[in-house]
């Protein structure tokens, strides 16, 4: 019986011809959701045929990702679909592979760096203040629009319009120093 290659290494999975996966690193049955799973953790498996001792892994990922599909987790554009399929025999074909290797690596490294950028900004930081202020001025709208009890009219919106304007010149300044932020992590 194999095993997996130690405690972070690759986990061997079974298929049985009933199509029941058997893990050999917990000697239990399990179901395409844990190998999902176990793909989302970062956890290494190959599986392979019981019988034949084929690899299956691609097939079995790529049935993974049809069931995603149809639960309504769709990330494949149909027009994606297409493309992808109209590559099938074209000369180009070889190279889609690492093409496609190549974009999702730099799509993980760019959500990774965006993470980063993220983590704390809504807590004290720049976001936070942007947040604070875009909630005053929606409560100072709707009070500017509510009539008063007893059928009074709310009081008209203030003549003056520069409070509102520097609001809005302070806010474009911080978006674009955080734009500039973001510019400097990525780049």
Known sequence: MAKSSGGSGTVIIKKYANRRLYNTETSSYITLE?????????????????????????NVLTQIIMEEETRGQTMLPVSFLRQLISLYGDSMQSMVPQYLEASMDAFRRNQMQFRTAMEGAFTGGPFAELAKRNIEMFEAATKAFKPKLGGAEAPAAPAAHQPVEDEVAALKDQLAGLQAKIDKLSG
Do not use: P, Q
Request: charged letters at 40%.
């Open 34 to 58: 844990h190998l999902a799973a176990m793909t989302r953790e970062g956890r290494d498996f190959k599986v392979i045929d019981a019988k034949s001792e084929d690899d299956i892994t691609h």
